[in-house]
């Protein structure tokens, strides 16, 4: 398969939580690039391509999650949960 990524990633499996049908629910951020981030949703509601995503990302060494808020580019069906591609459209760390 020709590879289609337009940015290197980065593995780090990071716990997140994303507000889904179902209010927060868990999430795992399995990739990073500098365009964006590879999830996988443990819910088994569709989340459907183009739906607007707000994460708080989970980062031990910060006081407060890290809201991100970006764009679902693409799912698909994993086992019973789903995976997908999430373009950025904004990073907040929060005040300090």
């Not at 990524?5 to 716990?15: A, E, F, G, H, N």
Request: charged share 30%; hydrophobic share 35%.
């Amino acid at each position: 398969m020709k590879e289609r990524r337009r940015s290197p990633r980065s593995i780090l499996p990071q716990r997140a939580i994303f507000f889904g049908l179902n209010g927060w629910e868990d999430c795992i951020i399995t990739e990073s690039s500098k365009r964006g981030l590879g999830i996988e949703f443990y819910t088994k509601e569709k989340i459907h391509e183009g739906s607007i995503i707000n994460l708080k990302v989970l980062v031990p060494t910060e006081p407060k999650p890290v809201m991100v808020k970006g764009i679902l580019k693409w799912t698909k069906k994993k086992d019973e949960y789903f995976v997908g591609g999430m373009e950025w459209l904004s990073i907040d760390r929060g005040s300090r």
